[in-house]
Structures are given as C-alpha cells and as structure tokens.
C-alpha cells in the first residue's frame, strides 16, 4: 500500500551560489557520508550532488506529510547503490520501503519519493 508521494525541484544556480559562500549548506544537509562522497567530486558535480540530496530529502519529508521540521537532514541518507541508483533510509522509518528517483538537469535538479508499506 502507498503511504505518500512527494517530489521536489531545487534551481542548481542556488545551490552553487550557497556552496561557493561556505560549506554550512553542505553541513546542514549532507550526512558524514554524504559529506565523503560530495568531497571527492569537481565543482559542478558537487552542485548537481547536494542539490539532488537536498531534494529528494525534501521529497521524502513531503511524501511523510511532515515537512522537514519533523524529520531533520540529518536523519536521511542517501547512498548509491553498486548499479548507481539512489537508495534513501531515514531514522524511524525502516518498516517502510522508501523508493527514490532523482534527475538532474543544466538549470534544476529534482527528486520523487514513494513510500510503500513493507
């Protein structure tokens, strides 16, 4: 059974602008591994990265109907998968299967998130 459905998109250029001024974006959303990975990557794809996170963490607080204040940054993860697709868990949520798409463009990125009863 679905539980919810919630998508987000994220303009890139803001995302660079706040990453070009200091790394308290990058603290704020990304977890210690998320801040790994981000730290390995060229500029541009370091944008494209936290704004897909930033996103889809956005999605899942939607698609919870909690909006973030509910669920903070720092309780979902987002990790690749060995084929590179995104899998998302989040802190008290690990009786639902949560299922993540997120796409990219020059100008946004944007995510969608389902979440299924297990």
């Not at 459905?5 to 790394?23: C, M, P, Q, T």
């Not at 981000?38 to 963490?57: P, T």
């Amino acid at each position: 059974m679905i539980l919810g459905i919630g998508v987000d998109i994220v303009e890139l250029a803001r995302i660079k602008r706040l990453l070009e001024k200091n790394n308290r974006f990058l603290e704020r959303v990304l977890t210690s591994t998320e801040m790994e990975q981000a730290g390995q990557l060229a500029l541009q794809r370091r944008v494209e990265y936290a704004a897909g996170r930033f996103a889809a963490k956005e999605a899942l607080a939607k698609a919870n109907g909690t909006g973030i204040g509910k669920l903070s940054f720092q309780q979902i993860e987002i990790r690749n998968h060995a084929n590179g697709a995104p899998e998302m868990q989040a802190e008290g949520m690990e009786d639902i299967s949560i299922h993540v798409s997120i796409s990219h463009s020059r100008e946004y990125a944007v995510a969608q998130v389902l979440l299924e009863e297990r």
